[in-house]
């Protein structure tokens, strides 16, 4: 019997581990990786508070569906062991991040004004903020989420369409319509405006530069 549980603790530290190791990531982990990377909003350790820098970027892994970063192994199987709070603190930093910039006053399940029904309901699905009106629209989203946050992100992409601060493409120079219509696309929550799928490639490659270079110029657009 004793052998029995020890086998079975074994068993159980190893899934632990194997669980937030990042070069152990399955497809479906990486793919949602892949998709909130760009709007994770904790730019440190959720354990042990270090900063990410670009030398010493953590590691990123997935538990029931949300992407979650911390600095090291250790620190991973620490947040392996209470889930629910790590994903729960996550989720109320991308809510208080989003929340200016989201794209609507309206629910996209009812199209009655968020307001109109006392406070929004508001949840996270895949990185992302969703404003609801009441929990009848929560229920209505859940059926088909990728239906409804399409519309959000249409939403989004008008809205800061209307604001871009380049005419050019960010990756070749040219203008945006030199290759005919601009490609439009969101990464996390930031709208990056292409001229043609080759910039894409390129843009991939090194996102974080070509985003940072689109942020600064909307702060000193704003600004002035």
């Given at each position: 019997?004793i052998?029995?549980?020890?086998?079975?603790?074994?068993?159980?530290?190893?899934?632990?581990?194997?669980?937030?190791?990042?070069?152990?990531?399955?497809?479906?982990d990486?793919?949602?990786?892949?998709?909130?990377?760009?709007?994770?909003?904790?730019?440190?350790?959720?354990?042990?508070?270090?900063?990410?820098?670009?030398?010493?970027?953590?590691?990123?892994?997935?538990?029931?569906?949300?992407?979650?970063?911390?600095?090291?192994?250790?620190?991973?199987?620490?947040?392996?062991?209470?889930?629910?709070?790590?994903?729960?603190?996550?989720?109320?930093?991308?809510?208080?991040?989003?929340?200016?910039?989201?794209?609507?006053?309206?629910?996209?399940?009812?199209?009655?004004?968020?307001?109109?029904?006392?406070?929004?309901?508001?949840?996270?699905?895949?990185?992302?903020?969703?404003?609801?009106?009441?929990?009848?629209?929560?229920?209505?989203?859940?059926?088909n989420?990728?239906?409804?946050?399409?519309?959000?992100?249409?939403?989004?992409?008008?809205?800061?369409?209307?604001?871009?601060?380049?005419?050019?493409?960010?990756?070749?120079?040219?203008p945006?319509?030199?290759?005919?219509?601009?490609?439009?696309r969101?990464?996390?929550?930031?709208?990056?405006?292409?001229?043609?799928?080759?910039?894409?490639?390129?843009?991939?490659?090194?996102?974080?530069?070509f985003?940072?270079?689109?942020?600064?110029?909307?702060?000193?657009?704003?600004?002035?």
């Amino acid at each position: 019997m004793i052998h029995k549980k020890l086998i079975l603790s074994l068993f159980s530290l190893a899934l632990l581990f194997g669980s937030a190791n990042a070069s152990t990531l399955g497809e479906n982990d990486e793919a949602v990786i892949a998709k909130q990377r760009f709007s994770y909003p904790i730019h440190k350790c959720l354990v042990s508070g270090e900063k990410f820098t670009k030398e010493e970027p953590g590691i990123s892994f997935v538990i029931d569906g949300t992407m979650l970063k911390t600095c090291c192994e250790d620190c991973a199987v620490k947040v392996k062991a209470e889930p629910r709070k790590h994903i729960e603190r996550v989720h109320a930093a991308i809510k208080e991040t989003q929340r200016a910039s989201y794209p609507t006053d309206k629910c996209i399940i009812s199209d009655e004004g968020l307001g109109s029904m006392g406070d929004p309901l508001e949840l996270v699905y895949e990185g992302r903020l969703v404003r609801l009106c009441c929990k009848g629209c929560v229920k209505s989203f859940k059926k088909n989420p990728a239906e409804h946050l399409a519309k959000i992100n249409e939403a989004m992409i008008a809205k800061q369409r209307e604001s871009y601060p380049f005419k050019k493409c960010i990756v070749s120079d040219e203008p945006l319509d030199a290759m005919g219509r601009p490609i439009d696309r969101l990464y996390g929550t930031t709208l990056v405006r292409m001229c043609c799928k080759g910039c894409i490639k390129t843009f991939e490659k090194n996102p974080h530069e070509f985003l940072m270079k689109i942020r600064k110029a909307r702060g000193a657009k704003r600004e002035g």
